[in-house]
């Protein structure tokens, strides 16, 4: 359960379209401490860390996710609150 409190925030570093879904890469200060497959909300929406490299890590945004948030209105260089 999240808790509501902000731990970070997260750098947008690359938006990649698969299909219908969006790969959004960040960077953040914590990334060293995710782990593959961790949820992680990411504006108050859960997304699941799909990669690491280095200070970046992706979660994916699946078509229903895109359809009912704001998440598809992200750009480069936006901030998300982590929590």
Request: with cysteine.
């Amino acid at each position: 359960m999240f808790t509501g409190i902000i731990e970070d925030i997260a750098t947008v570093v690359n938006l990649k379209k698969d299909k219908e879904n969006l790969n959004i890469t960040c960077s953040s200060n914590i990334t060293d401490e995710l782990k593959i497959d961790q949820s992680l909300s990411h504006n108050g929406i859960c997304l699941t860390v799909v990669a690491i490299e280095n200070n970046n890590y992706t979660v994916t945004a699946v078509k229903e996710t895109l359809q009912k948030t704001n998440l598809s209105n992200l750009k480069l260089n936006d901030k998300i609150n982590l929590e």
